[in-house]
C-alpha cells in the first residue's frame, strides 16, 4: 500500500476523552472513531488488524477441529423465554420491537440460538462430539462503556458451543478449548493467563478467564508468580488425546492465579509470600462448562448408546476479539506510539523515502516495494511529500515492527537503513538484504 493512497486519518492532538494508551493511540493512529457511546467504526487500518486477529483466531479454531458458522446478530426473544434468560439478562440487553410488535433482540451471546441449531438437526449421540463456531458481533447495552473497544457495547467476539453426550466428554472440549486459546493468544505477542473466575450470567461451576496483566486492566486478579514463567511454544498437541490436553491444563491451572471474584485469601497464603502477586489484568477470553443447563430448559437432547434419549453436555467458550486489540496495545507500546506483535501487525514492514522525488530514492524505494510484495509480504510505503520527521513519528505511532528507511546519501554507499520499531535499533545493509531479513522474520521463502 502507498500511503499517499490510503486512508490514514492520523490525529495530532491527544484526544481528550480517551483515558487509557490504547485508546489514544487507536483514535491517534486513525484506526477506529466512535460512532455513539461504545460503538466504533472501524477505519481502515483498525479494521486490518481486527481482521488479523480473527483469522488467528480461525487457524487455531481449525487446527483443534472446531467448525465455523455465522448466526444472525438479530434474535428472537422466544429462544431466550425458554430457557429463562429473557428476564434475566436484564438491561444489558438491547431489545427491539419489530413492525409485527415481535419481541427481538440483539444478541449479547448465543447459547440459546445454538441450541436451537442442535436441536433441530442432532438426534443421536453417533454426531457427537461437536463444536460449532462463529467470530460475530455482540451488543451488550454496558452501563458504562469505556476505554475504547475494550469495554464496548457492541464488539466482535468469537463465541463457540461445544455439545457432547456425557460430562467427562464435554469437560475434554473445555481442555481442549484452553489449550488451544494459549496458543491463539501467543501467537498474537500476548501472555494471557487462565484464571479460576465466576460463570456470572453464563452459568456453570467450570470456568476459567484469560487475563492479560496490564495496569489499566478492569479486573483485580491474584496470582503465583511462577506463573508467568510458564509458555506454551510451538508444542504440537493432538488435540483429540484427552491426556495430552489434561496434562497442558494442569501445568497452566494448577497454580493460584483467580480473579477478584473466586479469589480466597486462605488458599492464596499458602503460596510462598515471595512469589503471591496481586495485579490487573485485561479479560481477553471465557471459557464455560454448564453441563444440561440449556439442553434440559430447551429440549437438546440425543438417543443414547442404549437407545434413551438424554439431554447433552455443553460448554461455551469466548474470546474478546475486538478487545484484543486495546489489549495487545496496552502491553506493547512506548511513548511514540503502538508497537505491533509480527504476529497481528497491519503491515509487515513501512518503507520511509526520506526524499521524494529524488529519482535514484524513488526508484530504490519502488523496487524494494515490489520485491516484498512479490514475496506475499504487505509493506507501507509512505510516499508522501513530507518531512523524514513526519514520516518516521507516523510510522512509529502505527506501529510497524520493521521499517525500511531510503535515502540519497545512504543509496550512494549502496544501502538503506532497517529498523526495528521494537528495540529502536538500526543497521545499515544493500537494499536485497533488508528485504531477504524481513522475508525470514515472516517466513517467507526470499529469492
Ligand atoms: C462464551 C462465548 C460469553 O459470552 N458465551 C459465548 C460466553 N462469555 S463472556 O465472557 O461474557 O464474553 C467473552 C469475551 O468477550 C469479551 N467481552 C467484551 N469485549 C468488549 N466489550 C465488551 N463489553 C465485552 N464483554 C465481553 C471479553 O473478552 C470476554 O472474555
Same mark, same amino acid.
Given at each position: 500500500?502507498?500511503?499517499?493512497?490510503?486512508?490514514?486519518?492520523?490525529?495530532?492532538?491527544?484526544?481528550?476523552?480517551?483515558?487509557?494508551?490504547?485508546?489514544?493511540?487507536?483514535?491517534?493512529?486513525?484506526?477506529?472513531?466512535?460512532?455513539?457511546?461504545?460503538?466504533?467504526?472501524?477505519?481502515?487500518?483498525?479494521?486490518?488488524?481486527?481482521?488479523?486477529?480473527?483469522?488467528?483466531?480461525?487457524?487455531?479454531?481449525?487446527?483443534?477441529?472446531?467448525?465455523?458458522?455465522?448466526?444472525?446478530?438479530?434474535?428472537?426473544?422466544?429462544?431466550?423465554? @425458554? $430457557?429463562?434468560?429473557?428476564? +434475566?439478562?436484564?438491561?444489558?440487553? %438491547?431489545?427491539?420491537? /419489530? =413492525?409485527?410488535?415481535?419481541?427481538?433482540?440483539?444478541?449479547?451471546?448465543?447459547?440459546?440460538?445454538?441450541?436451537?441449531?442442535?436441536?433441530?438437526?442432532?438426534?443421536?449421540?453417533?454426531?457427537?462430539?461437536?463444536?460449532?463456531?462463529?467470530?460475530?458481533?455482540?451488543?451488550?447495552?454496558?452501563?458504562?462503556?469505556?476505554?475504547?473497544?475494550?469495554?464496548?457495547?457492541?464488539?466482535?467476539?468469537?463465541?463457540?458451543?461445544?455439545?457432547?453426550?456425557?460430562?467427562?466428554?464435554?469437560?475434554?472440549?473445555?481442555?481442549?478449548?484452553?489449550?488451544?486459546?494459549?496458543?491463539?493468544?501467543?501467537?498474537?505477542?500476548?501472555?494471557?493467563?487462565?484464571?479460576?473466575?465466576?460463570?456470572?450470567?453464563?452459568?456453570?461451576?467450570?470456568?476459567?478467564?484469560?487475563?492479560?496483566?496490564?495496569?489499566?486492566? @478492569? $479486573?483485580?486478579?491474584?496470582? +503465583?508468580?511462577?506463573?508467568?514463567? %510458564?509458555?506454551?511454544? /510451538? =508444542?504440537?498437541?493432538?488435540?483429540?488425546?484427552?491426556?495430552?490436553?489434561?496434562?497442558?491444563?494442569?501445568?497452566?491451572?494448577?497454580?493460584?492465579?483467580?480473579?477478584?471474584?473466586?479469589?480466597?485469601?486462605?488458599?492464596?497464603?499458602?503460596?510462598?509470600?515471595?512469589?503471591?502477586?496481586?495485579?490487573?489484568?485485561?479479560?481477553?477470553?471465557?471459557?464455560?462448562?454448564?453441563?444440561?443447563?440449556?439442553?434440559?430448559?430447551?429440549?437438546?437432547?440425543?438417543?443414547?448408546?442404549?437407545?434413551?434419549?438424554?439431554?447433552?453436555?455443553?460448554?461455551?467458550?469466548?474470546?474478546?476479539?475486538?478487545?484484543?486489540?486495546?489489549?495487545?496495545?496496552?502491553?506493547?507500546?512506548?511513548?511514540?506510539?503502538?508497537?505491533?506483535?509480527?504476529?497481528?501487525?497491519?503491515?509487515?514492514?513501512?518503507?520511509?523515502?526520506?526524499?521524494?522525488?529524488?529519482?535514484?530514492?524513488?526508484?530504490?524505494?519502488?523496487?524494494?516495494?515490489?520485491?516484498?510484495?512479490?514475496?506475499?509480504?504487505?509493506?507501507?510505503?509512505?510516499?508522501?511529500?513530507?518531512?523524514?520527521?513526519?514520516?518516521?513519528?507516523?510510522?512509529?505511532?502505527?506501529?510497524?515492527?520493521?521499517?525500511?528507511?531510503?535515502?540519497?546519501?545512504?543509496?550512494?554507499?549502496?544501502?538503506?537503513?532497517?529498523?526495528?520499531?521494537?528495540?529502536?535499533?538500526?543497521?545499515?545493509?544493500?537494499?536485497?538484504?533488508?528485504?531477504?531479513?524481513?522475508?525470514?522474520?515472516?517466513?517467507?521463502?526470499?529469492?
Amino acid at each position: 500500500m502507498r500511503l499517499s493512497r490510503y486512508f490514514l486519518p492520523v490525529l495530532k492532538e491527544t484526544p481528550a476523552e480517551a483515558q487509557i494508551v490504547s485508546h489514544r493511540y487507536m483514535l491517534r493512529a486513525g484506526m477506529i472513531k466512535q460512532a455513539s457511546a461504545g460503538i466504533y467504526t472501524w477505519l481502515p487500518l483498525g479494521f486490518k488488524v481486527l481482521k488479523n486477529i480473527e483469522n488467528i483466531v480461525h487457524e487455531e479454531q481449525a487446527r483443534a477441529g472446531h467448525i465455523p458458522m455465522l448466526m444472525p446478530t438479530i434474535q428472537s426473544a422466544e429462544l431466550w423465554k @425458554e $430457557s429463562g434468560r429473557y428476564d +434475566d439478562y436484564g438491561q444489558e440487553m %438491547l431489545r427491539i420491537t /419489530d =413492525r409485527h410488535d415481535r419481541d427481538m433482540l440483539y444478541g449479547p451471546t448465543n447459547e440459546e440460538q445454538i441450541t436451537d441449531v442442535f436441536r433441530s438437526n442432532v438426534s443421536s449421540y453417533k454426531d457427537l462430539p461437536l463444536t460449532l463456531y462463529q467470530v460475530q458481533w455482540k451488543f451488550r447495552d454496558e452501563i458504562r462503556p469505556r476505554f475504547g473497544v475494550m469495554r464496548g457495547r457492541e464488539f466482535f467476539m468469537k463465541d463457540g458451543y461445544n455439545f457432547d453426550l456425557t460430562k467427562e466428554d464435554a469437560l475434554h472440549a473445555y481442555n481442549r478449548h484452553l489449550v488451544s486459546y494459549l496458543r491463539t493468544y501467543e501467537r498474537m505477542g500476548l501472555q494471557a493467563i487462565p484464571m479460576r473466575a465466576d460463570g456470572g450470567p453464563i452459568g456453570g461451576d467450570y470456568t476459567h478467564e484469560f487475563l492479560v496483566l496490564a495496569e489499566t486492566g @478492569e $479486573s483485580e486478579v491474584f496470582y +503465583d508468580s511462577q506463573i508467568t514463567d %510458564l509458555k506454551f511454544g /510451538d =508444542r504440537e498437541i493432538d488435540y483429540d488425546n484427552v491426556e495430552q490436553c489434561q496434562a497442558v491444563l494442569e501445568e497452566f491451572t494448577s497454580r493460584y492465579a483467580r480473579t477478584d471474584e473466586t479469589h480466597d485469601e486462605a488458599i492464596f497464603n499458602e503460596v510462598p509470600e515471595e512469589r503471591r502477586r496481586s495485579a490487573r489484568g485485561i479479560e481477553v477470553g471465557q471459557i464455560f462448562y454448564f453441563g444440561t443447563k440449556y439442553s434440559e430448559a430447551m429440549g437438546a437432547t440425543v438417543q443414547g448408546p442404549d437407545g434413551a434419549k438424554v439431554p447433552v453436555h455443553m460448554g461455551s467458550h469466548g474470546i474478546g476479539v475486538s478487545r484484543l486489540l486495546g489489549a495487545i496495545i496496552e502491553a506493547s507500546h512506548d511513548d511514540k506510539g503502538i508497537i505491533w506483535p509480527e504476529g497481528v501487525t497491519p503491515f509487515h514492514c513501512g518503507i520511509v523515502n526520506l526524499k521524494q522525488g529524488d529519482a535514484e530514492a524513488d526508484e530504490a524505494c519502488e523496487a524494494i516495494y515490489k520485491s516484498l510484495t512479490a514475496l506475499g509480504l504487505e509493506p507501507l510505503y509512505d510516499d508522501r511529500n513530507e518531512r523524514a520527521g513526519g514520516k518516521f513519528a507516523t510510522m512509529d505511532l502505527i506501529g510497524l515492527p520493521w521499517r525500511i528507511t531510503v535515502g540519497p546519501r545512504g543509496l550512494k554507499n549502496g544501502v538503506v537503513e532497517l529498523t526495528s520499531r521494537r528495540t529502536g535499533e538500526s543497521e545499515e545493509l544493500p537494499p536485497e538484504q533488508a528485504i531477504a531479513r524481513i522475508a525470514q522474520i515472516y517466513g517467507k521463502a526470499s529469492a
